[in-house]
């Protein structure tokens, strides 16, 4: 038999009757209060918690047929942190003599709950409880809803008689002066909850996003690792390999403890592609490896990030790159060293792999993020960032390209990039109101960009759509590159 549908109360009532799926749990208490004051009390739902405690918050002001009765219950044991949201019909409400719901929210549970009073003459009124549930979501956790309809029986039973106690102190039943619960308590306890899950939430957001290592073979011998700092470039031929970038920590031990597992090579070379911390703080963990940057990479290393540099002097690049570029051999692989000119540092170098077509750009790209703009002190030039991108699609049009932050690009992926920067920039050089004008105008979400975090300089920051625009005008109106 299925239930009958919502409306039909009688053929509910008699379907839960000829029901085995448990006994009804039910109780009574007799208390010296007149009915009509006791029930002046009862049908204010809204003051429910005050005298029963298996109530946490009440909604109605009144109890009515037809409406939704909402509230919330305690946990059956105080130690249990949670609270049960409930909404129910209201399907009989006679006065001074019963309330009854019906609980159908539950998938595949149907359950009546009957709060009953009867006049006992003599100032007494018998108060009672009744409930009984039925379904399948209810035999999936019968023990549970048996505890709780026990929970709920004999706390309101309780409060009864509490009710009873109050009425003979104070001569009177006004649900409004009834001791008021405390929730606060529950609201600290519900925002430390709230903040440790957002925490963990968010804790885990950004372990994914920028902290788990990610390794990928673009081809034989050659593996792009990404996340946990700037992105590397593994390879190995030929019992050498050379390393392309380290990371910082904890993304450079990651790195090393993936390339002691995953290189059968000692790594010998290791190539900073510009100065930054998260590029190049891993060097020291590869001490006979040679170092090797842009020659302006060791004054930059050490003028903005002495502190760290000053303990760590094995890690600073020693075999360094002159303007017009080198090329190094790892096996029988050929390495051509590129450096442009001021880009995204005045120390950029890009590295291609002929045999592979594959480019190592470093941060004069930024793949599906916002990027990270040095300011003059690194020698940063938006110009130069967009005429290098061009010259790297231009030169490689075919290449698969590993960029400094964000997956493996394509040469579409950097014009739609240098596209970006030069848009930006445009924007930038026609605001003359001020720095705070320029990021109230210039709107750059259509582009879909990516936040990406930095620690530059030791401090926190977030490459945004509203920083690239305040990085960029004081670019612009600093340096007087006010054309592309």
């Known amino acids: 038999m299925n239930l009958p549908p919502s409306g039909n109360d009688g053929a509910r009532a008699r379907y839960l009757a000829g029901t085995h799926d448990m006994e009804p749990v039910q109780g009574t208490v007799d208390v010296d ?147 008021k619960k405390s929730y606060l308590l529950f609201w600290i306890v519900t925002i430390a909850i709230l903040l440790l899950l957002a925490g963990g939430i968010g804790g885990a957001w950004f372990y994914s996003s920028f902290v788990k290592l990610t390794a990928t073979q673009l081809a034989p011998g050659v593996n792009v690792v990404t996340g946990g700092g700037g992105n590397s470039l593994v390879v190995e031929d030929g019992g050498d390999a050379l390393l392309v970038d380290t990371k910082f920590s904890p993304g450079s031990k990651s790195l090393h403890h993936w390339i002691d597992t995953n290189v059968t090579s000692p790594v010998t070379k290791v190539v900073n592609t510009h100065y930054h911390y998260d590029h190049t703080q891993g060097n020291s963990l590869y001490p006979s490896a040679r170092k090797i940057a842009h020659a302006s990479v060791p004054a930059l290393m050490r003028r903005w990030d002495n502190d760290w540099w000053a303990g760590h002097d094995s890690g600073v690049p020693t075999q360094l790159i002159p303007d017009s570029g080198a090329d190094l051999q790892v096996g029988s692989k050929k390495l051509s060293l590129v450096h442009p000119p001021p880009a995204h540092t005045a120390g950029d170098l890009w590295v291609f792999l002929p045999a592979d077509n594959i480019v190592a750009t470093g941060d004069l790209v930024f793949n599906s993020y916002y990027p990270f703009m040095d300011q003059p002190e690194g020698g940063t030039s938006i110009p130069g960032m967009i005429l290098a991108i061009r010259k790297l699609t231009t030169d490689y049009p075919n290449a698969r390209f590993v960029p400094g932050h964000g997956p493996v690009a394509s040469a579409q992926n950097l014009s739609r990039y240098g596209d970006y920067l030069q848009s930006l920039y445009a924007s930038v050089i026609k605001e003359n109101a001020g720095e705070e004008q320029a990021a109230a105008d210039v709107n750059l979400r259509p582009w879909k960009l990516a936040i990406l975090p930095s620690l530059h300089h030791n401090t926190m920051i977030w490459a945004t759509a509203n920083n690239n625009v305040r990085w960029a005008y004081r670019l612009a109106h600093a340096a007087g590159e006010r054309t592309l």
């Open 33 to 179: 209060i007149p009915i009509d004051i006791f029930w002046e009390c009862f049908r204010r739902a809204n003051y429910w918690p005050r005298w029963n405690k298996c109530f946490f918050w009440g909604h109605n002001r009144d109890l009515k047929i037809g409406k939704h009765l909402i509230w919330a219950f305690q946990p059956i044991k105080p130690q249990y942190l949670y609270k049960m949201w409930s909404i129910a019909n209201i399907v009989e409400v006679e006065d001074r003599k019963k309330v009854t719901w019906e609980v159908t929210a539950l998938p595949g549970m149907y359950a009546r709950h009957t709060y009953h009073v009867e006049d006992l003459g003599n100032g007494r009124t018998r108060f009672g409880s009744w409930e009984q549930g039925t379904g399948g979501g209810f035999n999936l956790i019968k023990k549970f809803w048996i505890i709780h309809f026990t929970f709920v029986k004999d706390e309101s039973l309780k409060g009864a008689a509490m009710l009873e106690q109050h009425y003979k102190a104070t001569g009177q039943l006004d649900p409004a002066k009834l001791p």
